[in-house]
């Protein structure tokens, strides 16, 4: 046993780019296998969302990638997310400037000081935090920003990079995933599949409750082993470029450090205005990060050359982060120039019919699941889905609440482990997706089981 278990430490996973490569590549086969097909749309007067029609999918012509155009694609996918990559960009560069002038090393000093041997506890109360954000208003992008911020407090903290990252995206994904009030998922869900807006709350708030509580305790647990023995980190022995982070001192807070301080609670809290209310989104949130860490800088004291030389210098440690995003985006343009995307969607609701109601509450969570990884975004997913699902509900005897959960769940938790979807996040952390993986894949795996229970309990109480 001893030894069985030394292999399996021992695995490695492949590098990112092995991986993506091979769903590339996969992808690319499947282009040839499944024909292209797609759904007419209609808008949807309640949603105000372009909606498919149930029964008019129908075959068409896609465009199958040759050789040369798989590389094709890649370039492409780098110019289609140069928003992303540079928002990535920006957003390092900006607390990159916080952490090199002392800014960030200062906040740490009072978290300290003001929590004493507690400071373990800004794990659960930001997971929990954010992931409070996720489940009741739709936050999710909003939040990129605060990846690199956590990042530098938990490595600061003696934690690693996982950790920091984790804190922000397992915690707001999470959240996001257990929808309550979430007005971007179940929201359009719900009105599309003809139920109540909002209505099962009550079984929604626990089931946020207790995903909530495994993410935080799984995250805890690992930040613990890490703390404890370095070597246990996932990311022992792998070099990484990193944010600078300061060891932590005795020193007291100088006004500059203060006053880029309230800048920093500025920002963040405009970001969230801007988001929800002026409509902002990448650009706009890129935009505000680069202005506010030239503003930071001059405030830091810092002059035009020292600027200028501290966000080269924070650009160096993000280039195979961003390459990632690039990556996947090229996937993504490859599945939508071949149009299998609603073929997909098709086929899988097809294989629902004839199956027993609990059968077709867990197949139905695995294909919402599977469709996440070929359309990636809440609402466009709802959009495409719900119309389809909700009549498959009726025929095999679901109630439509139960097709608005398996939804919910295969919407948002798989976006912490398709790489067409957690590309970014990695990115923004400066992880390998490789590390990623085995970091996430037993959460992920615990997070299944617990999805497929609510689906089978959902079962039992509309019965």
């Not at 800088?297 to 080269?312: E, L, N, P």
């Not at 149009?339 to 969607?345: A, E, F, H, N, R």
């Not at 390998?432 to 959902?458: E, G």
Request: with cysteine; aromatic share 12%.
């Amino acid at each position: 046993m001893g030894k069985i278990k030394n292999k399996v430490q021992n695995i490695k996973m492949p590098h990112t780019y092995v991986i993506l490569t091979v769903i590339l590549l996969a992808v690319v086969a499947l282009t040839y296998m499944v024909p292209a097909g797609e759904y007419d749309r209609i808008l949807d007067p309640v949603s105000n969302k372009m909606i498919v029609i149930p029964e008019s999918f129908h075959f068409t012509e896609g465009v199958r990638p040759g050789f040369f155009d798989v590389f094709l694609a890649l370039q492409r996918g780098y110019v289609s997310a140069a928003n992303i990559l540079f928002l990535i960009i920006f957003a390092y560069g900006y607390v990159y400037v916080l952490i090199d002038n002392g800014t960030l090393n200062s906040l740490i000093n009072c978290m300290l000081s003001s929590m004493g041997r507690r400071t373990y506890l800004i794990i659960p109360v930001s997971m929990f935090a954010f992931g409070a954000l996720g489940s009741t208003m739709g936050i999710f992008e909003e939040l990129y920003g605060m990846v690199p911020v956590f990042v530098g407090i938990a490595v600061a903290l003696g934690y690693d990079v996982i950790v920091g990252g984790a804190i922000v995206f397992v915690g707001v994904a999470t959240g996001f995933a257990a929808a309550t009030t979430n007005p971007f998922s179940i929201g359009i869900a719900q009105s599309i599949a003809g139920v109540p807006m909002f209505s099962g709350l009550a079984y929604h708030a626990v089931i946020f409750l207790v995903f909530q509580t495994v993410a935080i305790i799984y995250v805890m647990w690992y930040a613990k082993r890490v703390k404890a023995n370095p070597e246990k980190s996932v990311l022992f022995g792998e070099k990484l470029e990193m944010l600078p982070v300061h060891k932590v001192t005795e020193e007291k807070m100088t006004l500059r450090q203060k006053l880029c301080l309230g800048l920093f609670v500025f920002t963040i809290g405009f970001l969230l205005y801007g988001t929800m209310k002026l409509g902002w989104y990448i650009d706009e949130i890129a935009a505000m990060f680069l202005m506010m860490m030239i503003i930071t800088g001059v405030v830091g004291g810092y002059g035009a050359t020292k600027i200028c030389k501290t966000f080269i210098t924070s650009t160096q440690s993000m280039v195979s982060s961003m390459l990632v995003v690039g990556f996947t985006r090229g996937i993504l343009l490859t599945m939508q120039d071949a149009m299998i995307s609603d073929t997909v969607v098709y086929y899988l609701s097809q294989m629902l019919n004839g199956c027993s109601q609990y059968i077709s509450a867990v197949g139905m969570l695995i294909i919402q699941n599977v469709i996440n990884f070929f359309i990636t975004g809440s609402s466009s997913q709802a959009t495409i889905t719900m119309p389809i699902m909700a009549p498959v509900a009726d025929i095999v005897g679901l109630s439509r609440q139960t097709a608005v959960l398996a939804y919910c769940f295969g919407d948002g938790f798989s976006d912490m482990f398709w790489p067409t979807a957690c590309a970014l996040e990695c990115g923004l952390m400066g992880v390998p997706l490789n590390k990623w993986y085995k970091f996430m894949t037993p959460l992920f795996c615990i997070m299944m089981a617990l999805q497929v229970i609510f689906m089978l309990i959902s079962v039992a109480l509309s019965a």
